[in-house]
């Protein structure tokens, strides 16, 4: 009897570890009573108040699961909630996002007052300091110039006079004014605030520390706001801050009399801050909306190594030392900043199912600390020489997020103030997921990684488009790699990597892979690896416009994707870079520039026509590939995989699923948008001659009567060069030169560039004897073709 008193004792015991204790629900409602406690009956009136009654409740019992109900409503905040460790397994949920809101807002009691035939005026509360003025819950427009524009491609309105002398000279008081301009490059953008006017009329700035790669100021793109002077058009305002007036031009739609008015007063909502020895755990936030948050554009940024990002370390929902916590199932909308931050160390975060849209910065971002980069440096042009770098593998310590997710979420109409924004930003973090989210109308990528450190990253099914909006050379998918062995000056890159090949993957020591995703970008790639981008596995992708561009870089393979209408883009690649393209479909042929090598394997790819294929063939590569028509299902209805007779089953290549595309939450696939569906190029058609490269120098076959006429030939056929390379083995010694037509190669005629390229195949030497249309006359020459 005493032993069976034992076990059962010790069972006891047991279950009372393996069973989840009963969770405490506590109740915020706006509809509270006098002396709530916090229970369904008697609810609190704020989130504060629930807060420090779960932390009451946890001081007593840390075991203590709590749930916090926010019923329907709008909670305004006075600060940012605040959830330490010791508030470990919490979770705060609202009925729904479409009923519950929290919001760093206030409403003010505005007793408007006509100033003039246009504009009403009120008076604010001193204390209250806001830069989002939001009329009937839709965000206004600060007086800006030029005037707000949404077809504008950028700044929503640019001019290039947005801070002139002349212009400066109308404003009664310039200081406090914002000025906008992009990088010289478009590489995103810079923020700037007017503290004063100099003797010579000109402004005095404050800021520009916004981006990593710096420059001067666009000439063009560039906007000014909040400036009293340029408040001349319907849903422009401004704050006169030294008397505390707020100025406001209503729309028709708006009838001041009963409209709501609210300004932005916070910049962050919720703060989960635990550390990596006491981290925040298993905290779930959903079923809310979260909305009106001060912008940050002004705040200390800090570079993110030698990407082109710098980063305001900071967001509406931040999350630093927190492990297997969860934001599902809400809406961020109308937020200043950015919107999700896993910031040094997290493991485990879950972000899935969210609305995130209409946002002043980046919708989710990953950033670990640089102390976790072994020899970091924070600019292009930096470089921590070999003699001096710590050359040990992977990360210094663990303040850095892993294994997160970011699924099925709906992002769009993100970096609507900043510029140097994506809908999803990694850098200095290790195995995060990203899948099957749809992200579109984005300034600049909607996927960025910023750096190696340290890859294990899986990118899947993802709906990716209108893109790069507002900038310039990027991608849907953009990536940097200027790694440890990564240095400006090439002939230096490339010694360090020819005597220690395995030194791109001390920082990206795993692989990461890009699968099964859809990629539209009509400003710059579908996927673009830059700088030093290496150890990527690229495959089961359908690129719709821009291609794959893969810049200097090592072990990357791109395998079985789809490039409609564009191709590969080997730029720069040095002569042992290891990467890998083959079983893929593409509309063109490669669009190289100023290769080293061609990779470790380039075969068995599927192109358009004969002399998109003859091009790679040149250099000994793509020779078992084929070309033809690849018999796409249905291309009108975004269906590209090839029927089961298609010529491209031959050479390897697979289909893959069409239909997984983006997100796949119902509510969010019924308002989702698609890209736009290209309309296949016919390589039959008789259009201009490509212009294609050849041992590194540009050329293109003649195929018009103005260019017979031009060059003096005889007949319109030939190849002309449009562009030498100095250091090509063709332009040495007397080799050919720019502007000449070649007619004749080995004693073979030569009407285009499929000819010629034919005639170097069967070359077996190292030399070509040419006949070229040089000045209008004839001449002779030999080249060397190594």
């Known amino acids: ?331 961020f909308a109308y937020l200043g900043g950015n919107v999700i931050m896993a910031s040094k160390y997290n493991k485990g975060l879950q972000i899935t199912g969210n609305h995130i849209h209409d946002n002043g910065a980046s919708a989710v971002s990953f950033v670990g600390d640089a102390s976790a980069v072994r020899s970091p440096s924070f600019n292009y042009g930096k470089f921590v020489p070999l003699a001096k770098m710590d050359t040990l593998p992977g990360p210094k310590n663990e303040l850095y997020p892993r294994e997160c997710l970011v699924k099925d979420n709906l992002i769009h109409r993100i970096g609507r103030t900043e510029k140097q924004t994506a809908g999803v930003q990694i850098s200095m973090a290790m195995d995060i997921t990203v899948s099957h989210n749809s992200i579109y109308d984005v300034p600049r990528a909607g996927i960025n990684i910023g750096d190696g450190t340290w890859g294990g990253h899986i990118l899947e099914f993802n709906d990716v488009f209108n893109t790069v909006l507002e900038t310039s050379d990027h991608g849907s998918f953009n990536s940097w790699g200027r790694d440890r062995f990564w240095h400006p000056k090439r002939n230096v890159m490339d010694s360090l990597t020819t005597a220690i090949p395995t030194m791109p993957k001390w920082d990206a020591i795993k692989t990461t892979i890009i699968r099964n995703n859809r990629f539209r970008c009509d400003h710059g790639w579908d996927i673009d690896l830059d700088d030093g981008s290496s150890n990527y596995h690229i495959y089961n992708n359908l690129l719709l416009n ?104 031959k050479i390897g290549f697979k289909n893959f699923p069409m239909d997984k595309f983006g997100v796949q939450k119902k509510a969010f696939k019924k308002i989702a948008k698609t890209p736009e569906v290209p309309v296949i190029k016919d390589p039959s058609e008789k259009k201009s001659s490509p212009e294609v490269a050849w041992l590194r120098n540009n050329i293109k076959s003649v195929d018009s009567e103005q260019e017979q006429s031009a060059y003096g030939l005889n007949s319109p056929e030939g190849v002309i060069v449009l562009r030498i390379w100095n250091q090509s083995p063709a332009v040495q010694n007397n080799g050919i030169k720019k502007g000449d037509v070649i007619l004749q190669a080995a004693g073979k005629k030569v009407k285009n560039v499929q000819d010629f390229f034919k005639i170097n195949l069967e ?3 190292d030399e070509l004897a040419l006949v070229v249309m040089r000045n209008q006359a004839e001449k002779q020459i030999t080249i060397k073709t190594k």
């Open 546 to 649: 821009s291609g794959l561009k893969l810049r200097e870089g090592f072990y990357r393979v791109a395998e079985n994707n789809i490039m409609v209408n564009n191709s590969l883009h080997p730029h720069v690649w040095f002569a042992k870079s290891e990467d890998v393209f083959k079983h893929n479909i593409v509309g063109d042929t490669y669009q190289d520039v100023g290769l080293l090598g061609w990779g470790k394997e380039m075969d068995y790819n599927f192109f358009p026509n004969e002399v998109a294929m003859m091009k790679p063939q040149v250099y000994d590569r793509d020779k078992n590939s084929a070309y033809g028509d690849p018999m796409f299902k249905n291309p009108a209805q975004m269906d590209f995989s090839v029927a089961d007779n298609s010529p491209a089953l």
């Open 763 to 765: 070359n077996k030497t």
């Open 1 to 331: 009897m005493k032993r069976l008193s034992i076990l059962i004792a010790f069972l006891s015991l047991c279950f009372s570890y393996a069973m989840p204790p009963t969770a405490v629900a506590i109740y915020v409602s706006q509809k509270s009573t006098a002396n709530g406690d916090g229970s369904k009956a008697k609810p609190f009136a704020t989130i504060k108040a629930a807060i420090s009654k779960a932390s009451q409740l946890k001081a007593k019992n840390n075991n203590t699961a709590i749930v916090i109900n926010i019923l329907p409503g709008e909670y305004r905040l006075t600060e940012a909630i605040l959830i330490p460790a010791s508030l470990s397994g919490l979770t705060i949920q609202g009925t729904q996002a479409s009923e519950v809101s929290i919001k760093g807002s206030v409403v003010l009691n505005a007793k408007w007052k006509k100033y003039n035939e246009n504009i009403y005026v009120t008076s604010v509360p001193e204390n209250v300091n806001f830069d989002q003025l939001v009329i009937n819950g839709k965000p206004q427009i600060l007086a800006r110039y030029p005037n707000y524009n949404e077809k504008a491609q950028y700044w929503q309105g640019f001019a290039a006079d947005a801070i002139s002398k002349e212009r400066i000279a109308s404003w009664k008081n310039p200081k406090g004014a914002f000025f906008h301009a992009l990088h010289s490059g478009k590489w995103g953008g810079f923020h700037w605030v007017i503290t004063g006017v100099n003797a010579k009329g000109e402004p005095i700035l404050e800021g520009g520390h916004q981006n990593n790669r710096g420059s001067k100021p666009h000439e063009e793109y560039r906007m000014v706001e909040n400036v009293f002077e340029e408040l001349d058009s319907p849903g422009e305002w401004f704050l006169d801050k030294q008397n505390h007036q707020l100025y406001y031009w209503p729309t028709k739609a708006v009838a001041l009399s009963d409209a709501k008015v609210e300004v932005a007063v916070l910049k962050d909502l919720v703060q989960l801050k635990g550390s990596l020895e006491n981290p925040v755990k298993d905290v779930t936030i959903s079923g809310i909306t979260f909305s009106h948050t001060q912008r940050t554009f002004m705040e200390t940024f800090e570079p993110l190594l030698r990407s082109d990002w710098s980063i305001y370390r900071g967001s509406v929902l931040f999350f630093e030392g927190t492990e297997n916590c969860v934001v599902k199932d809400s809406e």
